[in-house]
């Protein structure tokens, strides 16, 4: 098995605040002992060429693989223009993964936000329709585009869209390409959406090419029903810890 690391909990200092910048993260992270580093986009302050290939030559030089870069596109944002420019953004990642990562890696791709008055009907008919726009793209990078059981991306208003089990499966279900689409699993966010880690991803193995894991758990004294009446308004649920 070959593992990547990601600096979870930097997030805010490397995409809010930006006081971390990715080739610091480079350099603590050569004391892992992992084979590659899972980016984000966040993770990288231009989108000059100058700019990229100076990540690609860091990340090279530390002798790290890029396997897996994290796109929070919201596809089922209730603007259709809006939708058509997360669409183009996630296409830009598309071509900043196949770059950094090469033919094979993957770049993660959401449903969006749970916008209020999306019903989910529509939400789902959005998220598949931005996804197979894309699949010729990812064939023509070699790359895999992954969808995560997500919760709620840092600049999210909303939680995930797909959050629940059953919408999520509608939107993995409608995308046909077993190539160039697939799952990425992350168990965690399976207790955050108040289900069992295990039931969930016995629901989705056969689709699942990526699997993200961290140290997240329930508080003490704390169900997955408590879980299902969190209302999610910043980050995750106050009842979820990480060690």
């Known amino acids: 098995m070959r593992i990547a690391a990601f600096p979870k909990g930097d997030l805010p200092d490397m995409v809010l605040r930006r006081t971390k910048s990715v080739f610091e993260w480079i350099d603590e992270a050569r004391a892992l002992g992992v084979d590659g580093l899972e980016l984000h986009t966040g993770f990288l302050w ?62 993660r791709v959401l ?3 749970a916008h209020p008055g999306v019903d989910v ?7 598949v329709s931005a996804i197979e726009s894309l699949l010729p793209l990812a064939a023509e990078l070699g790359i895999t585009l992954a969808i995560e059981n997500h919760y709620k991306a840092s600049t999210w208003a909303y939680p995930e869209f797909a959050q629940r089990p059953q919408v999520f499966r509608r939107i993995v279900d409608a995308v046909s390409d077993r190539v160039h689409f697939g799952v990425q699993f992350d168990p965690s966010n399976a207790i955050t959406a108040g289900v069992d880690s295990a039931d969930f991803l016995d ?26 009446q969190a209302d999610g308004t910043l980050g995750y649920s106050p009842r979820c810890a990480t060690g």
């Open 46 to 107: 231009s989108a000059d060429p100058g700019y990229l290939r100076t990540v690609g030559d860091a990340l090279a030089a530390a002798d790290f693989e890029m396997p897996m870069m994290c796109a929070s596109p919201d596809l089922t944002h209730p603007d259709a223009d809006a939708r058509a420019r997360e669409i183009e953004q996630q296409a830009a990642a598309m071509r900043v993964t196949a770059q950094l990562g090469g033919r094979g890696s993957t770049c």
């Open 111 to 113: 449903s969006g936000q």
């Open 121 to 127: 009907d529509r939400g789902v008919e959005w998220a």
């Open 203 to 228: 629901d989705v193995v056969d689709r699942v090419v990526t699997m993200q894991a961290s140290d997240r758990y329930l508080e003490p004294g704390t169900t997955l029903d408590d879980l299902r």
